[in-house]
């Protein structure tokens, strides 16, 4: 079982922002950003059910959100919210070189062009 650690994650600028743990609850852990006002408060969150050597399945629910400050037509600020959520579901029979294999596509999912291209400029793959 890993530790409950600061988290250093990449928003592609030069510098990594650290999440460092809020709390914890059961299973649930949240992380926030180190340096963020509170308005602006980007979380890492991680819900971890079920256990492997006893039951059937074990999922793993993660959330990334990233607040922003959206300005209308009329100059009026508001605080809104993009989110990642993200859920893993492991067998028990699923073997650990399998599942690092699965947990390795996920990560490069979200690294492939087409899939970028899809995210961070709405472009539907033809």
Do not use: C, H
Not at 93 to 115: E, F, Q, Y
């Amino acid at each position: 079982m890993s530790a409950i650690a600061p988290l250093s994650l990449s928003d592609g600028s030069q510098t990594a922002v650290t999440y460092n743990p809020a709390s914890k609850d059961g299973n649930n852990v949240t992380w926030t950003a180190a340096a963020s006002s509170v308005q602006l408060q980007p979380k890492v969150y991680v819900d971890g059910k079920g256990n492997l050597t006893t039951g059937n399945t074990r999922r793993i629910k993660s959330t990334v959100s990233f607040p922003y400050v959206d300005t209308n037509l009329n100059n009026e600020s508001t605080y809104k919210t993009g989110y990642i959520n993200l859920e893993i579901v492991l067998p028990r029979t699923m073997a650990t070189a399998d599942v690092t294999k699965l947990r390795n596509l996920g990560s490069s999912l979200l690294l492939n062009s087409v899939i970028a291209d899809a995210i961070d400029n709405a472009q539907n793959p033809y």
